[in-house]
C-alpha cells in the first residue's frame, strides 16, 4: 500500500473514535498490551511524562515537549486528534512522523491487527511508542487521548504525571459529575510517580488525593505554588502574552513570554512549570534560558496550531478549538474584550457534545454560520442550528466548513471579527489554516 491506500485501511478497517464517537472506545488495556508484547514492549524503553485533562492538555503537551527540545533533549511528541494530517500525532524534535514510516509500520504488523482487531486509537499508540523506541528519544511527552484509566496510553510509567483541567466532556464515557469525570483522569497516577495537577478544584481536589495516597505518589497542585498574572493586556491582534509568575512559598518571581495567547493558557502555566521542576530533580538540565525559549517559542518548535490563533487581520480572523462547555466559556470571554463592528461566529460541533451548555456560553449579539466538519460524528448543520436557534442564536446554515468560512467573509467588514470554532474537526477544515 501506498501512503493514501494506508491511511484509508487505517480509517476504514478499524474503528476510529474521531470519527465515529463512543463506538469506538475500547474500555479495555488487554489490546494494547498484546500489541505492546508482540512489539517487545517498546513502551518501555523510552522516558516518558503522562499528560491527561479535559481541557489544557494538548497545549501543556507541547509546551513541555518545547521546553525540553529548547535544552537540547531528542524528544518525542504523541498527541491527538491531529488536524490536517494523520502524520501530526507522531513527532519528533517537532517534525511530523515520516510517511515512509507509516506505511512499512502498517504493512509489517498488518497479520496482527487482523487477528487483535485493535482500535484505529490503540493502532495509533502502538505506532507512537515504537516509533520512539527506535528513535532513542531522550523522552516522549504522551499525551491521554480520552479519560485515563482505561486509556492506551496508560500502560506507560511515567517519570511524572501531569493532570491540566477537569470539566464536563465526554460524559458518556467517563461520569455525570466532576468527581468521577476526574476519577478517570486521575487513573494516570501510578505507583510512587511523582502526580502535579495544574490547576486546584475543590470538587475535585480529594479525588487526587485519595488517588495519590493509595499509589504512594507524591501530588502537587500547581496553581497554589504558582501564581501567574499578567504584565499587560495584550493587544487584539498580538500572538503573544507577557507574564509575570510569583513563586510561593518560598517568594521570587520571573517574567516569561507565553507564544499562546489565550487566557486559558495561564490556568496550564502552573502545571508546566511544575512539571519541569519535577523533571529538574530527577536529573534533567534544563536551564532558565530553555525554559523561556520553549515557553515563547512553542508553536515554531513543535508546530502547535489552533490554539487561539490568527488567521488573518481586516476583517480579524481568529480560531480555536476549544470545544466543550468550559474550553468555549473561557474562548469567548477573550472574544468579548476584542474590538470590533461585528462580530460573525462560523460554529461547528459534534453529535456527543453537551450542546445546549456550549451554545450557552455564546453571545446572542453576533450573526451564527452553522456548519458541520466532514466527519460522521459531525453533529448536521440544520440540527445545531435548531438548537441555536431554541438559545437565541441566529444565523445561517451550510453545508460544509468552507462555505461557512468563505460566507463569513463576504459578509464582513474590514473592522468585523470572524470567529471560527466549536470543534476541532471544524478548526481543521478551515481553508487558510
Given amino acids: 500500500m501506498n501512503y493514501e491506500e494506508t491511511l484509508a485501511y487505517l ?73 490536517r494530517e494523520f502524520t501530526e500525532r507522531v513527532k519528533l524534535n517537532g517534525q511530523e512522523l515520516p510517511a515512509d514510516y507509516l506505511v512499512e509500520w502498517v504493512a509489517r504488523w ?50 511524572v504525571s501531569l493532570i491540566t483541567n477537569i470539566s464536563f466532556d465526554h460524559m458518556a464515557l467517563l461520569g455525570n459529575t466532576l468527581p468521577e469525570i476526574a476519577a478517570e483522569k486521575a487513573g494516570i497516577i501510578k505507583p510512587g510517580v511523582p502526580a502535579i495537577i495544574s490547576q486546584h478544584q475543590p470538587e475535585v481536589a480529594h479525588v487526587f488525593r485519595r488517588k495519590a495516597a493509595a499509589e504512594g505518589a507524591s501530588l502537587v497542585f500547581a496553581a497554589d505554588e504558582y501564581a501567574v498574572e499578567l ?104 472574544l468579548a474584550r476584542v474590538p470590533r463592528r461585528e462580530l460573525h461566529l462560523v460554529l461547528g460541533t459534534v453529535n456527543d457534545k453537551d450542546v445546549p451548555h456550549m451554545l450557552a456560553q455564546l453571545p446572542a449579539e453576533a450573526t451564527y454560520y452553522f456548519c458541520q466538519a466532514s466527519i460522521p460524528r459531525a453533529l448536521p448543520a440544520p440540527e445545531l442550528a435548531a438548537q441555536a436557534t431554541a438559545a437565541g442564536l441566529h444565523g445561517s446554515t451550510f453545508g460544509t466548513v468552507p462555505e461557512a468560512v468563505q460566507a463569513a467573509r463576504a459578509a464582513a467588514h474590514a473592522d468585523d471579527v470572524i470567529f471560527i470554532g466549536g470543534s476541532t474537526f471544524v478548526v481543521a477544515e478551515i481553508p487558510e489554516l
Avoid at 523522552?139 to 511515567?158: C, H, K, Q
Avoid at 509568575?245 to 495561564?266: C, F, I, M
Fill in 11 to 83: 480509517y476504514t478497517q478499524l474503528p476510529m473514535f474521531q470519527r465515529v464517537g463512543a463506538a469506538a472506545h475500547t474500555k479495555s488495556l488487554a489490546n494494547i498490551e498484546a500489541l505492546m508484547q508482540a512489539m517487545g514492549n517498546p513502551e518501555r524503553q523510552f522516558r516518558s511524562v503522562h499528560v491527561a485533562g479535559t481541557n489544557g492538555k494538548g497545549s501543556s503537551s507541547h509546551w513541555l515537549a518545547a521546553v525540553l527540545q529548547a535544552a537540547g533533549y531528542r524528544v518525542g511528541l504523541y498527541t491527538s486528534p491531529h488536524l
Fill in 110 to 159: 498488518r497479520p496482527l491487527f487482523e487477528e487483535l482487531k485493535p482500535s484505529f486509537f490503540e493502532m495509533t499508540v502502538a505506532l507512537a511508542f515504537q516509533y520512539f523506541a527506535e528513535q532513542q528519544v531522550d523522552i516522549a511527552i504522551i499525551e491521554v487521548g480520552l479519560g485515563g484509566r482505561l486509556d492506551s496510553t496508560n500502560i506507560i510509567t511515567p517519570l
Fill in 231 to 334: 504584565v499587560r493586556e495584550p493587544t487584539f491582534d498580538e500572538e503573544e502574552q507577557q507574564v509575570r509568575v510569583v513563586r510561593y512559598p518560598a517568594g521570587g518571581s520571573a517574567e516569561y513570554t507565553l507564544g499562546l495567547v489565550g487566557d486559558y493558557q495561564r490556568l496550564n502555566l502552573p502545571g508546566v512549570l511544575a512539571t519541569v521542576e519535577e523533571l529538574r530533580r530527577q536529573g534533567f538540565a534544563i536551564s532558565d534560558e530553555a525554559l523561556q525559549t520553549g515557553l515563547r517559542e512553542v508553536r515554531q518548535l513543535t508546530g502547535l496550531q489552533g490554539r487561539w490563533t490568527i488567521l488573518g487581520r481586516r476583517p480579524l480572523i481568529i480560531c480555536d478549538t476549544g470545544h466543550n462547555e468550559a474550553g468555549l466559556g473561557l474562548v469567548m470571554a477573550q
